[in-house]
């Protein structure tokens, strides 16, 4: 009996373990997951008019007459499409959304993920160098709560043998989240 409900609880939580996209199945029908960043950085015209699934930290946000630009810092996607906090990028690139974004809300060091047609390129500088950015339009956006520290659930299963006093011995499973 007992081994039947450690069994279930374990079910469930793997079942609850698995991603959970964070854009609609229509928007991600349309993405093209043959791209990469990588592949988007070194010539955004080639690719131009494709829809991709991009993410990663937000430098800044500039509203515009009608739009809003956010420059972001990529970062690789984890399943779900979450960027990762791990000191890896691949670059930058530029998000043109239409209408208005507060900036307070789409404020620096914020995740965000974005399918979003490749529009081409824009050059500006950082620093004393001219840096060529990959201009997306975004189709839809996830903006990553900031309290969101767990990229995955961590679950554990241990299992553990001990000794007692006596001739008696003792032991324990236990299910970590």
Not at 24 to 45: A, L, R, Y
Request: aromatic content about 6%.
């Amino acid at each position: 009996m007992v081994a039947r409900i450690v069994t279930a609880a374990c079910v469930l939580v793997l079942i609850s373990a698995c991603a959970v996209p964070v854009m609609t199945p229509e928007t991600m029908e349309t993405v093209d997951k043959s791209i990469s960043f990588s592949t988007i950085q070194q010539n955004p015209d080639a690719v131009r008019g494709s829809v991709v699934l991009v993410g990663g930290q937000i430098l800044e946000t500039t509203p515009k007459e009608g739009e809003t630009w956010i420059e972001v810092l990529e970062k690789p996607l984890d399943r779900s499409g979450k960027p990762v906090s791990a000191d890896l990028s691949s670059g930058r690139f530029l998000v043109r959304f239409q209408g208005f974004l507060e900036p307070t809300i789409y404020e620096k060091g914020r995740r965000l993920t974005v399918a979003g047609r490749v529009d081409g390129k824009v050059i500006r500088p950082i620093g004393e160098i001219d840096y060529t950015y990959p201009l997306l339009t975004a189709t839809e956006h996830y903006l990553w709560n900031t309290d969101d520290t767990v990229s995955s659930p961590r679950i554990g299963i241990g299992i553990g043998i001990g000794v007692g006093g006596g001739t008696r011995g003792g032991g324990a499973v236990g299910v970590e989240f």
